[in-house]
Antibody, heavy 122, light 109 residues
Framework: QVQLVQSGAEVKKPGASVKVSCTAS????????ISWVRQAPGQGPEWVGW????????YYAQKLQGRVTMTTDTSTSTAYMELRSLRSDDTAVYYC???????????????WGQGTLLIVSS | EIVLTQSPGTLSLSPGERATLSCRAS???????LAWYQQKPGQAPRLFIY???SRATGIPDRFSGSGSGTDFTLTISRLEPEDFAVYYC??????????FGGGTKVEIK
């Protein structure tokens, strides 16, 4: 069965960096992309970005451009999201989700990781 | 960027009642790439409906999605206790970007 398992909660100080991992199993990692979504406390989800499991192509939300980097390690079917220059408003649960390719006929984020809580506080 | 507006913000209903949730897009959603997710406290969103009207694997048939263009609806025909949660609509298109609505909380009256 498809599973996405994320790394554990993080507490960081403003200005620091964090790197969250998402390890996939139960499907062919390189045939799908990974979307990253965050959800601040009491708020709705917000798209952070996407990375192709095939070639590492990335798209980032404009508001996070320059602070976020997504990478993959296909040997371990793991995706990473690094966020730098952390601010208090980056405090949120960060989710990874599988996103099938457009030519699958239905590129919806169908399976989600359990989430990683990031707290940014001095 | 497509903006999704969900209404109502909160729906107070009793078990057994019918729930109708609305999601309106600021511009037409291509190929009905509109999904609905259920989220319970402390859990990740769970895909319920994709392609505006197709149920995801394991989703009971009391859940149905409809609509096209800019107006979409999620209907729960008879609310079960486990259905009380927050529901989000999402536009996914062919671009990598995703857009979410603000959510509708279905609470027990």
């Amino acid at each position: 069965q498809v599973q996405l398992v994320q790394s554990g909660a993080e507490v960081k100080k403003p200005g620091a960096s964090v790197k969250v991992s998402c390890t996939a199993s139960g499907y062919t990692f390189t045939n799908n992309g990974i979307s990253w979504v965050r959800q601040a406390p009491g708020q709705g989800p917000e798209w952070v970005g996407w990375i192709s499991g095939y070639n590492g192509e990335t798209y980032y939300a404009q508001k996070l451009q320059g602070r976020v980097t997504m990478t993959t390690d296909t040997s371990t079917s793991t995706a990473y999201m690094e966020l730098r220059s952390l601010r208090s408003d980056d405090t949120a649960v960060y989710y990874c989700a599988r996103r099938p390719p457009n030519n699958s006929g239905n590129p919806v984020t169908d399976y989600w990781g359990q989430g990683t809580l990031l707290i940014v506080s001095s | 960027e497509i903006v999704l507006t969900q209404s109502p913000g909160t729906l107070s209903l009793s078990p057994g009642e019918r729930a109708t949730l609305s999601c309106r897009a600021s511009q037409s959603v291509s190929s009905s790439y509109l999904a609905w997710y259920q989220q319970k406290p402390g859990q990740a969103p769970r895909l319920f409906i994709y392609g505006a009207s197709s149920r995801a694997t394991g989703i009971p048939d009391r859940f149905s999605g409809s609509g096209s263009g800019t107006d979409f609806t999620l209907t729960i025909s008879r609310l079960e206790p486990e259905d009380f949660a927050v529901y989000y609509c999402q536009q996914y298109g062919t671009s990598p970007a995703l857009t979410f609505g603000g959510g509708t909380k279905v609470e027990i009256k």
